[in-house]
């Protein structure tokens, strides 16, 4: 790996986390336009939902998402009613009751709900819609906030994957980001999940954040692997203060540059896998060959995906920074 290496492919690519994807979401496709998108599918077709919540409880400083911090559980009622409302409406429009086979919940912070309002959501959507039986039902879950009476809520909905909101164990970091969560609450609701009936879960991990080294974020893949989750997803942040203010609260110097992160003399070889990671996402999942890479080694690399965070303030093809 050379950094005339990490240079050329240091570079943004289009994102596909939103779909359609944000440019497409022009004046031209107006109301009238989704409505006839509605009625013209097949009535075979098999719907992915995805819902967005758009509130948490605090603000982390190197969020992307579309999210506000929420003081009081008023907006968040006013939310669900009108996500009640809004599901009703996409369902007129449909040529027939259509089988669902994929919900996110995502967010934002979907757990903000209470639990009868997430039980509420789920039978609204299996009233206009159906769910499949065998429906993926995955949630975005922050161990900070959650409480088992959500988790009760969720698998008794039918909750199949959940992705707990990790990032980075480092103490450092996690005080610089102002995401303070330890390994033994993430473990608690893992646990919480499992024995639930949970069957997938997920890690969310992150690279590029304040004092991160190439080392540090090993730290943190070994210590998620304790938890012996069936896929770790590994999003490269983007630093978009320009759209996200917040983030600009980070203290600069302690950015993590790819060349940087490489030059902070990582204590072990680095992996391959990771040499080639800048600006992407990695979904890992046990097997294969980053097995060899990392000390407790289940992991490997399934897919790379996901776009660069832009280096410059410019106007952005696709408006949502997701970092998650
Ligand atoms: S990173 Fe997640 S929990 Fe933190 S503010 Fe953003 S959406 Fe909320």
């Not at 480092?170 to 069957?199: C, F, M, N, Y």
């Not at 992150?206 to 989750?229: F, H, K, N």
């Not at 999942?285 to 996901?306: D, H, L, M, Q, W």
Request: net charge neutral; hydrophobic share 35%.
């Amino acid at each position: 790996m050379t950094p005339e290496l990490i240079t050329r492919y240091d570079q943004r690519v289009p994102r596909y986390t939103s779909y359609p994807t944000a440019p497409h979401f022009k004046p031209a496709v107006d109301p009238s336009t989704y409505a006839n998108w509605l009625s013209e599918l097949s009535p075979q077709t098999e719907l992915s939902l995805y819902l967005h919540v758009p509130f948490c409880a605090e603000l982390c400083l190197y969020c992307g998402c579309h999210t506000t911090v929420a003081r009081s559980y008023g907006p968040i009622a006013s939310y669900v009613e009108l996500l009640e409302r809004e599901i009703e409406r996409v369902a007129e429009y449909l040529p027939a009751r259509m089988s669902v086979t994929h919900i996110h919940w995502g967010g934002g912070t979907p757990t903000i709900l209470s639990g009868d309002d997430l039980r509420r959501i789920m039978r609204r959507l299996d009233r206009s819609f159906g769910i499949h039986s065998d429906a993926e039902i995955a949630v975005g879950i922050d161990p900070r906030t959650i409480t088992l009476e959500h988790v009760e809520a969720l698998a008794g909905s039918g909750l199949s994957r959940a992705s707990l909101e990790v990032q980075d164990y480092d103490p450092k970091v996690q005080e610089t980001i102002k995401r303070i969560q330890s390994p033994a609450q993430t473990a608690k609701i893992a646990a919480w999940l499992r024995h639930a009936g949970v069957s997938g879960l997920n890690l969310d991990l992150m690279y590029g954040l304040p004092y991160q080294t190439t080392a540090s974020v090993l730290r943190t893949i070994e210590q998620a692997l304790q938890l012996d989750p069936d896929r770790i997803a590994l999003f490269g942040y983007a630093h978009v203060p320009w759209m996200k203010r917040h983030q600009a609260l980070q203290p600069e110097e302690a950015r993590p540059t790819p060349s940087s992160a490489m030059s902070r003399a990582p204590q072990r070889p680095v992996p391959s896998w990771m040499r080639a990671m800048s600006g992407s996402t990695l979904i890992i999942s046990p097997s294969s060959e980053i097995r060899s890479s990392c000390t407790s080694a289940r992991v490997g690399c399934t897919a790379i995906s996901r776009a660069t965070p832009p280096t410059k303030p410019q106007p952005l093809s696709d408006s949502e920074p997701s970092t998650r």
